[in-house]
């Protein structure tokens, strides 16, 4: 049971691929979000919906494209594989948006893309 | 946005050691989590703390939040307490805003 799950775990592609992370959460939250890591373990929101509507977009390169189909699921589509694409990207939810008080995030255990 | 800033950058401990790490952060806050990144690469929850003190197990947490800093103590640590600690805050509508965490070593 979950929290947060995100597939694949692992997923090696070539550039120029297009290739997709889906999430789920079974939590009930209103907010979902994508955060990536970069090879230094810096963790940086890309993405932000409530109850599907995208709220935070962090100057994302046209190429990333989410799309929630409802407010459990958010996934993540990528065009046009880069190298600099290769990261560990991590689904997250909460139950509302922003910094209100007692707003818990939660994460999924991470999508490792290498772009080779 | 809010800037975090965490303290040491890298830690080494021999199994049994204490420990204290520290982060600082630049504006007021609603929210406040410490995160465990095992070395399977897992973020996991250790503490929402926006202020005040938490204890679980081996594990405390304190945030003075007029002084804008939150320590997290490990006592008696394990080797199953190795990879990186993340602080994380946010407030009003920002997006919780990670610090560059502290990487944590113990040795047998």
């Known amino acids: 049971d979950t929290a947060v799950s995100q597939t694949p775990k692992y997923l090696v592609t070539q550039m120029g691929n297009d290739k997709s992370i889906k999430c789920e959460q079974n939590l009930g939250h209103d907010t979902m979000y994508w955060y990536k890591q970069d090879s230094k373990k810096f963790l940086k929101i890309m993405f932000s919906y409530n109850n599907k509507e995208l709220i935070i977009n962090e100057t994302v390169p046209n190429r990333f494209s989410p799309k929630s189909p409802d407010k459990a699921h958010l996934n993540l589509h990528i065009n046009s594989l880069e190298l600099g694409d290769s990261a560990v990207y991590f689904c997250a939810s909460s139950p509302m948006t922003g910094g209100t008080s007692g707003n818990t995030i939660y994460f999924g255990e991470g999508s490792w893309l290498t772009v080779v | 946005g809010i800037q975090v800033e965490q303290s040491p950058p890298d830690l080494i401990l021999q199994e049994g050691a204490n420990s204290t790490l520290r982060c600082n952060f630049s504006d007021s806050v609603n929210n406040l989590q410490w995160f465990h990144q095992n070395p399977w690469g897992q973020l996991i929850n250790l503490f929402y703390i926006p202020s005040g003190t938490k204890q679980n197990g081996r594990l405390s947490a304190t945030t003075v939040a007029t002084e804008r800093y939150s320590l997290l103590y490990i006592s008696s640590s394990q080797t199953t307490d190795s990879g990186v600690y993340f602080c994380?805050?946010?407030?009003?509508?920002?997006?919780?805003?990670f610090g560059k965490g502290t990487m944590l070593l113990v040795s047998p």
């Open positions: 994380a805050v946010n407030s009003g509508y920002s997006t919780l805003t």
